[in-house]
């Protein structure tokens, strides 16, 4: 099962986040978010209450900020 991860594209945090999961082989489910008004929308606060960008959910796990997030996935996988 993939990893969801709520990126934005233009944001060099996520990018990195990304990178890091192409090197290391993870299947990523890509979730695009605009900040602005699809940052705070409900849905997205339910799993980031401080809709922070980039953000993963693994089976209900969710982390974010990119370093952290970058480590986990080295650990993990």
Known sequence: M???I???????????????AK?????LNVIEVNPGPEQWSPEFLKVNPNHNLPTINDN?????ES???MQYLCNQY
């Open 23 to 27: 090197h290391l082989n993870i299947d």
């Open 2 to 4: 993939p990893i969801d």
């Open 60 to 64: 209900g796990f969710v982390l974010v």
């Open 6 to 20: 709520y990126s934005f594209n233009l944001s060099q945090f996520c990018r990195s986040v990304l990178m890091t």
């Open 67 to 69: 370093r952290a997030i």
